[in-house]
Each structure stands twice: as structure tokens, then as C-alpha cells.
């Protein structure tokens, strides 16, 4: 499939998960695919069938700045490395999630942690790890 198409279809999805996690965490359908990890899964999937280009790049590898950039010039591999940043970042979002559940931590503390996990990765990780230290020391 062309990945002028596939992009919106992941995006989407991705982006209506990230909404179930934020807005409605306990409903039973959020509980369920986030234990059963099916966006992710799908993800993952999908990163798989698009991944496979990459031994056919000439000049693309994963030693320098340059050889990424030549891999990110391919449509399919750009595809597969956004698929790779949303199926990670959800798992992110799950274990903060799971974590705040376990802890019964206050999920209005937990929302700015998703949603800036949701569009920064990392950072949203950053801010939930230093959340749970400063709760700690109390």
C-alpha cells in the first residue's frame, strides 16, 4: 500500500488510543487493549512490512547522520521509522499509565505526562519519572 495512504490510517489510530488513554483510562475497552497491547501489535506489524526496504537503500545504515537521513529519504522507510515512534511512544503511555494505576496516583497528575508523551516521547517520560520522585520524597 502507498504510504501517502497508510500514514493518516496510523495516525489515526494511534491518535484515538492516545485519546482513550487520556480521557477515558478505566473504561473497559482502554483496559482491554492496552493489556492486550492490539494497537501497538498492529503497529508493530505494520513497521515490519515496511521496514523490509531498508536492506535496499543504497547508502543508508544506522553509523551516521547521512546514511539515516538516506534511509528517511525512501517513503516506506520514512513510514516505518513514524510507525516505530508511535508504537513505542504508546507503550510508553501504557506503562505510565499502568504505573499511575498501580500507585493510585491522581490521573489529572498523569494527563500532561501522556500528552506530552503523545507528541514529545521522551519528555512525557522524563516529567512522569520526575513526578513519581517528588511524590516519593513526601
Keep these: 500500500m502507498n504510504p501517502n495512504q497508510v500514514f493518516p ?27 492486550h497491547a492490539a494497537v501497538p501489535l498492529l503497529l508493530s506489524l505494520i513497521y515490519c512490512i515496511y521496514i523490509a526496504g531498508f536492506f535496499n537503500v543504497q547508502g543508508g545504515g544506522f553509523n551516521s547522520i547521512q ?17 516505530h515512534y508511535l508504537a ?17 496516583a491522581s490521573h489529572w497528575l498523569v494527563i500532561p505526562c501522556l500528552v506530552l508523551t503523545f507528541m514529545f516521547g ?17
Design 88 to 104: 513505542f511512544d504508546l507503550l510508553t503511555g501504557f506503562s505510565i499509565l499502568r504505573s499511575a494505576q498501580e500507585k493510585s
Design 122 to 138: 521522551p519528555c512525557g517520560f522524563l516529567l512522569y519519572q520526575v513526578i513519581q520522585k517528588v511524590k516519593s520524597r513526601k
Design 9 to 35: 490510517a496510523v495516525s489515526s489510530i494511534a491518535a484515538l488510543q492516545w485519546l482513550l488513554l487520556i480521557a477515558l483510562p478505566k473504561w473497559k475497552v482502554t483496559k482491554w487493549l492496552v493489556n
Design 67 to 83: 546514511q539515516v537521513r538516506t534511509l528517511f529519504n525512501n517513503d516506506n522507510l520514512l513510514l516505518a521509522g513514524w510507525v
